[in-house]
């Protein structure tokens, strides 16, 4: 495996691909996201979850339980099974983010990974990877939780009755108040537990979503890609 992320990384070049490097992403000196190529990793597939969460393939057509951020999901390993990632051109930085969905599926299920080591989320769907952005997230007093959890509700023009703060394009992931929503995603900056992204990048994910879908947060886990194609 670990000879497959080296070869990978020099044919595409330092290039942001979410599930080619969640181990960790290096700073330059302008305060630049990139990915090295990784060594082997545990895939997020075996993080455990508590024990009082049953498994479950995503179903959006059902109202999802809410859950607190100590109450993430178990998911079915094979619902995060990717076919392709994007091949993204040089690094990320603060504010960055690309979406494309050609040569992917116009149907099936949504998956969101978010990598806080990596700064990074990606939007997969039927296992395709069509969108990636740089995030902001929770500081050390509030942190973002760790775990799977369902989008259990979507307003565009969502406002925090806590901070009275705009939160564009708004997918709540708990019921304690953490968000995927559109922010200022500047270097620096920060979040209340909520996952921050470009705002234009959050307007396009509210898009291709549904009550239900799953987000899997992390902290340097991997995804499987042994199998997974680069590019269209």
Excluded at 166 to 180: C, E, K
Aim: aromatic share 6%; proline share 9%; hydrophobic share 45%.
């Amino acid at each position: 495996m670990a000879s497959w992320f080296n070869a990978m990384a020099k044919s595409i070049g330092p290039k942001l691909v979410i599930v080619l490097g969640l181990s960790g992403a290096a700073w330059g000196a302008m305060h630049v996201l990139d990915r090295p190529a990784a060594p082997e990793a545990e895939p997020i597939a075996a993080q455990a979850a508590s024990p009082a969460a049953e498994a479950a393939v995503p179903t959006p057509s059902a109202q999802p339980i809410e859950r607190r951020s100590d109450q993430p999901m178990e998911i079915d390993p094979r619902a995060l099974t990717v076919k392709r990632v994007l091949a993204i051109d040089g690094p990320f930085r603060h504010g960055d983010y690309v979406w494309d969905e050609k040569g992917a599926p116009a149907t099936g299920p949504v998956i969101i990974t978010i990598d806080l080591k990596a700064e990074t989320l990606s939007v997969f769907r039927d296992g395709y990877e069509i969108g990636a952005a740089v995030i902001l997230y929770g500081a050390t007093d509030k942190p973002s939780p760790l775990g799977a959890f369902p989008i259990t509700q979507k307003d565009a023009d969502h406002v925090s009755n806590l901070y009275d703060a705009p939160m564009p394009y708004a997918q709540r992931l708990t019921s304690d108040g953490v968000f995927i929503h559109g922010s200022d995603v500047e270097y620096g900056r920060g979040t209340h537990g909520c996952i921050g992204v470009p705002t234009p990048f959050a307007k396009k994910l509210f898009g291709v979503t549904r009550i239900g879908d799953i987000a899997v947060i992390t902290n340097g886990k991997m995804l499987n890609v042994g199998k997974a194609k680069v590019g269209a």
